[in-house]
């Protein structure tokens, strides 16, 4: 358990309060220690980056989450969780980082984001991949679109970094220009309410692939009169995949993810609800020739990776 606690935000509600309290307990076990290396007076936004084995895109992605033009007029945090094996990044990413959070070594992704979120102090929250790299203008952005109370959640674009033909195959990354009603399909990108996400219980602990579409299905259910939307302003530069290995790994990560969300979250609305989405997930804008082209080499071989016993991949 920690022993340094960074002090709450000024005017932290009551509820709020409380259910921080509750979120700390539960994931207590799973912090080992927590380093405030500078303390940011009530922060209006925390930047969150989960990080596991992580390589020097970690030390890139952070420079760009405090290279924000917003940083001489909104006080904002970044909370790195470190997740295990990147013990060698720490010399580097300690000046980029307010909090450390050092969590059980390969704890699950969700229950990193859980524990990260109870240990927070925004009023807002944002998920950022460890090899993502965000636009200075992402936390002004943020703030912004939070000026409509009506909104709870946001997603934004995602471009690509290095890679854009293995990105053909995310055509939820662009959704084209305009702002509009939508899911966290990218969970690495996507910022909510602080106060949202523990009333509504955050991401599963146990999910891997489609927890951005439960929560906005129980924000949905518990609070109906909020939106959750696309951003096309809140920009970040991505690859889904930045190699074959990578390609290989994931593929056969997410065979039958919709079977195992359904193991894990049985609720036949949820999964209807699950079903409507996938099915209407399609890019908005379109794609060029060579974009085209590239697509359908991509998934000629992910269908032949599927296919192929694991040791032909070289997977476990």
């Given at each position: 358990?920690?022993d ?43 930047l969150?980056i ?29 909370l ?6 990147i ?42 991949d460890?090899?993502g ?16 109370p009506?909104?709870?959640?946001m997603?934004?674009r ?29 969970e ?15 991401f599963?602990?146990q ?23 696309y ?12 190699s074959?290995?990578?390609f ?5 990560k ?27 997930r399609?890019?908005q804008?379109p794609?060029t ?28």
């Open positions: 358990m920690p340094h606690l960074p002090k709450d935000r000024a005017g932290l509600p009551e509820g709020e309060r409380a259910l921080q309290e509750a979120w700390r307990a539960k994931y207590a076990p799973e912090v080992k220690e927590l380093i405030v290396r500078r303390e940011v007076p009530s922060p209006k936004l925390t969150i989960i990080s596991y084995k992580a390589k020097d895109y970690l030390i890139e992605c952070l420079q760009h989450a405090r290279g924000q033009t917003a940083a001489l007029d909104v006080p904002f945090e970044i790195l969780a470190d997740s295990g094996g013990e060698h990044l720490r010399p580097r990413s300690a000046p980029l980082v307010d909090v450390e959070l050092r969590l059980t070594d390969g704890i699950p992704l969700n229950a990193a984001r859980n524990a990260a979120i109870a240990w927070a102090r925004g009023e807002y929250v944002a998920f950022i460890d090899d790299l965000i636009a200075p203008t992402f936390v002004e952005v943020v703030c912004r679109v939070f000026q409509d009506r909104i709870a959640a997603r934004g995602i471009i690509p970094k290095e890679h854009p033909y293995f990105c053909t195959l995310a055509g939820h990354y662009d959704r084209g220009d305009d702002m509009i009603d939508d899911v966290l399909a990218t690495g990108h996507m910022a909510i309410r602080r106060g949202i996400y523990l009333e509504t219980g955050g599963p602990d999910f891997y692939g489609a927890e951005g579409v439960y929560l906005v299905y129980r924000i949905a259910r518990a609070l109906p009169d909020m939106r959750v939307v951003v096309p302003e809140l920009l970040m530069r991505h690859d889904y995949f930045d074959w290995e990578n290989i790994r994931k593929t056969r997410y065979r039958g993810i919709r079977r195992e969300v359904g193991a894990l979250e049985p609720d036949p609305e949820f999964l209807r609800y699950l079903d409507a989405y996938l099915a209407r399609k890019p804008r794609r020739a060579e974009q085209t082209v590239a697509l359908g080499l991509l998934k000629a071989v992910r269908w032949g990776i599927l296919r192929l016993p694991a040791w032909a991949v070289g997977q476990p």
